[in-house]
């Protein structure tokens, strides 16, 4: 399967497309399955996602995404996912997570990012996703290059609860890390 099916039943909530070698997400790709909440694409060839790929899933709460070759995300595209809490980028080639990265993604409570390309995070990437400024317990996985430029002394970030943990750059790498979550 080189692209996805327009014949797709507006009742699903769940699609798994694996191993089928899409190469890119278009616009509304999904828009006609408005009770979607669980969609994996996992492990296809997908390098393209467009801005508007994720229109009309405002019941998704799972996106999967592993083992493809993004290089970027148009972070804006999950304003049309306010209900998303489980975004898998792993195993991509992302080299970036931008500043206002998760600013649309307002529930999100897992982001897994490892094995990605990352060079440069924003040092302001977590103090505006909204979550964090809600002060709940949030879980981040990534397992970032060696040479990554970060704007503090962090060599990993396993995991943390935004209610315990003072973002700046003297405490960050002290208190973000908790070696027992993974």
């Not at 977590?126 to 430029?149: D, G, M, S």
Request: hydrophobic share 40%; net charge neutral; charged share 20%.
């Amino acid at each position: 399967m080189a692209q996805i099916p327009d014949n797709i039943s507006s009742d699903f909530t769940k699609i798994r497309i694996e191993n089928c070698h899409l190469t890119e997400l278009p616009a509304g790709s999904f828009s006609a399955v408005g009770a979607l909440e669980f969609l994996w694409l996992n492990f296809n060839n997908i390098t393209l996602m467009n801005i508007k790929s994720l229109e009309g899933l405002a019941n998704l709460t799972e996106l999967r995404l592993q083992g493809n070759k993004l290089t970027s995300v148009p972070w804006t595209a999950f304003q049309d996912t306010p209900k998303l809490k489980i975004l898998d980028l792993k195993h991509n080639r992302l080299d970036a997570l931008p500043e206002h990265a998760l600013r649309h993604l307002p529930g999100l409570t897992y982001l897994d990012l490892s094995f990605n390309n990352l060079n440069i995070i924003s040092k302001d990437v977590f103090l505006n996703w909204p979550l964090y400024q809600k002060n709940e317990k949030t879980w981040i996985k990534a397992r970032p290059e060696p040479n990554i430029q970060w704007n503090y002394s962090l060599k990993m970030i396993r995991g943390f609860t935004a209610s315990e943990t003072q973002i700046d750059e003297d405490t960050f790498s002290s208190r973000l890390l908790i070696p027992h979550f993974i």
